[in-house]
């Protein structure tokens, strides 16, 4: 068992490599949003969104999948774990070769085919990153799978900041965006190199990648088959959609579309901080019985009563402040974002409630159910997709994505309850409506307030006091509501305590 001290220090080594991959994600898009107008920085945008199902499938689970294997080996040191490890950068080195080459081929006939023009020249640079990133991401899983969480910070922040500081070299030399990809493409592969070398320099595993260990391969790429399917449907749900689009608009639209599609991820960050913490804990009671097993509808309850607490009032918060902060972020071209945002924001809600959907079925030990709910998801995203994106273009494909997701989530969570018999707090209906009603009410005073005293929002200043006051007045609402009290937010935060502290000594 890892002592309190090293899982303590493991949980903050994660968290602030999270923070830094949110904070670099954010000044990436901020910089080249003001330097490219549009037009140019959906293509960049877009070759992403290539890149990401490209990944999926050569990358085919095997980052997971070596992370679990290796986790599971007590002797962290024993050649079992060489072999593991060579025998899935073998496949990763197969499907990524083969996938990148078809990339690069195929990059004219996509920049044909959506007419976007300097499409095909940024995707054969995103060929070559693909070609690399995918061996960082296996490496960095590896350091994981062996508790090396160090090892995998270092590497994964100092991809982060490299690419930050190539971003802000544009700031000084002007280059169009597929050089700044080429770059992206250099730095991949200078890091890919340096991490083959410490690799073999601590393991040696380069002798073991010319023999081959067939019952360690079947193992290997049985379970990071059913990590493939699962990566695979969820992105359809979620990103498939901008392909479809990007045939009905100009690429302007298409920008406007994923910079809202990364703001809701961005976001939804606590919704993933809430299943990483509170799922493994699901997985370890939902067999139990008795007392043991009610801590499963503790856990149900406070995926609402907390998740929902703290993404109701940014949902309303971005409802009218989204002008301000887009007009403060984004140069005047990219105003339209705020629109979309509107519409878009409530769907962070129902990414938090997923928690108690798929991700409850998923620790409930129903990865087959799982499957089968996101490949009807998944097909019933595209054909909503193409039937409403050719007539609301951006709107629809936003539509279709929160119609197909909340019907998704809202059935998943219906069947999570009845399967597993959770019951639900009495008060939880009567808490989410407060909730919803104390946003209202500070929105109301906020804005009657603007419309008698005229305050410049427009100005980063005022807008930091206004969104505190917000904020400050929301919790006091809820306090005098009663929706939540103090104890219950000193027990939230004990638990949270003891699920970090849950396989410690």
């Known amino acids: 068992m890892k002592s309190k001290e090293e899982t303590l220090k493991n949980f903050i080594i994660i968290s602030i490599t999270l923070c830094v991959a949110l904070l670099s994600n954010f000044l990436m898009v901020l910089i080249l949003a003001r330097i490219f107008p549009p037009g140019e920085y959906a293509i960049y945008q877009f070759s992403l969104t290539f890149l990401t199902f490209f990944t999926i499938f050569s990358n085919f689970g095997l980052s997971t999948t070596i992370i679990q294997q290796l986790s599971a080996e007590e002797d962290k040191e024993s050649h079992q774990v060489i072999i593991l490890f060579s025998e899935g950068l073998k496949w990763i080195f197969l499907f990524t070769t083969i996938l990148s080459l078809a990339l690069f081929f195929l990059a004219d006939l996509f920049e044909g085919f959506y007419q976007m023009s300097g499409l095909g020249i940024v995707l054969k640079y995103t060929s070559l990153i693909l070609l690399t990133t995918n061996g960082i991401n296996y490496f960095e899983s590896a350091f994981q799978g062996l508790w090396k969480f160090k090892f995998f910070a270092v590497s994964f922040i100092s991809a982060k900041l490299i690419k930050v500081v190539i971003v802000c070299f544009t700031l000084i030399v002007e280059m169009p965006i597929s050089q700044v990809v080429a770059l992206f493409s250099i730095a991949s592969l200078i890091q890919l190199l340096i991490l083959i070398v410490a690799t073999q320099l601590k ?3 380069i002798s073991n990648l010319f023999k081959f260990d067939s019952k360690t391969t079947k193992i290997i790429l049985k379970f990071s088959t059913f990590i493939f399917l699962y990566i695979l449907l969820q992105n359809i749900i979620t990103q498939s959609n901008q392909f479809i689009l990007a045939a009905f608009v100009i690429p302007s639209e298409l920008a406007y579309y994923t910079i809202v599609l990364w703001m809701m991820t961005s976001l939804s960050v606590p919704a993933i901080i809430f299943s990483r913490f509170i799922l493994p804990y699901v997985s370890h009671y939902i067999r139990k019985e008795g007392e043991e097993r009610k801590k499963v509808d503790t856990m149900y309850n406070i995926i609402f009563k907390y998740g929902l607490l703290i993404t109701i009032p940014v949902s309303f918060y971005f409802t009218y402040f989204s002008d301000f902060v887009i007009a403060l972020i984004f140069e005047p071209s990219y105003y339209p974002i705020s629109t979309y945002l509107k519409l878009f924001i409530f769907y962070l809600n129902i990414n938090m409630i997923d928690v108690a959907g798929s991700h409850f079925l998923w620790a409930s030990d129903e ?65 989410i409506l407060k909730y919803i009603i104390s946003a209202i009410i500070v929105i109301s005073f906020i804005f009657l307030l603007n419309l ?38 000193k027990d939230f935060i004990n638990i949270f305590k003891n699920l970090i502290f849950k396989n410690s000594d």
């Open 203 to 205: 393991y040696n595993y």
């Open 367 to 431: 990865p087959k159910l799982v499957y089968k709910l996101y490949m009807i998801t998944s097909i019933f995203t595209i054909t909503l997709s193409l039937i409403l994106i050719p007539f609301y273009y951006t709107f629809g494909a936003i539509i279709a994505i929160m119609i197909t997701q909340s019907t998704y989530v809202i059935y998943s969570i219906r069947l999570v309850k009845r399967k597993n018999n959770i019951k639900l707090d009495p008060k939880l209906i009567s808490s």
């Open 452 to 489: 008698n005293v005229y305050f410049n929002l427009y100005n980063i200043f005022t807008l930091m006091v206004f969104s505190g006051i917000y904020f400050g007045m929301f919790l006091i609402i809820i306090l005098l509501f009663r929706a939540i009290s103090i104890p219950e937010i």
